[in-house]
């Protein structure tokens, strides 16, 4: 896995590949959302589902990752993942997420990171959050349910804001 060091700052590309992009999530609610993402990062990880889920729900219980906006940011750490993953899911329909403006959420980014990740972990979710804030790339992002559309919107995305 490639740091960086130089102050360059953490790309998305850095966590996410295509086959972390799912365009189409069909839930019902908040804990169904949680458990798709954990199958889907058990995948991309090798990690165990039932531990993604355990910390991700465990993290939920803290306070709802739903940020506003239709965004939720879901994360957790395990002590066995070998480095940063992310996910992004657009879903099918939004479901209530508690966010913190009461409005139900369609887009989220899960952001898995080792235990030992330290400040990369905390660099990679200000990232994320940043990308989300900008509404005409939620817009973009709402508006395809192609895979590949969504991946090249979140890694190009990024370099737009490289200021």
């Given at each position: 896995?490639k ?7 953490m790309?998305?590309t ?7 992009v799912?365009?189409?999530l ?20 090798g990690?165990s ?6 910390v991700l729900?465990?993290?939920e219980r ?9 965004i ?5 750490k ?16 939004p479901?209530?997420?508690d966010?913190i ?26 990232r ?14 709402r ?5 590949e ?14 200021a």
């Open positions: 896995m740091t960086n060091y130089e102050g360059a700052g790309e998305i850095d966590l996410i590949t295509p086959e972390c799912v365009p189409n069909r839930v019902g609610s908040k804990k169904q959302v949680l458990q798709e993402l954990a199958k889907v990062a058990a995948e991309v990880t990690q589902e039932r531990a993604v889920f355990d729900l465990e993290r803290l306070g709802t990752t739903g940020v506003g906006n239709g939720a940011i879901p994360h957790g395990l002590s066995t993942l070998p480095g940063l993953k992310g996910i992004f899911a657009r879903l099918e329909e479901v209530d997420f966010s403006d009461d409005q139900p959420v369609d887009l989220i980014f899960l952001l898995l990171a080792p235990e030992s990740a330290g400040a990369d972990h905390l660099k990679a979710l200000a994320v959050s940043r990308l989300l804030r900008d509404r005409g790339i939620c817009e973009k992002l508006g395809t349910s192609d895979p559309a969504l991946y090249t919107l979140l890694s190009q995305a990024q370099t737009s804001q490289a």
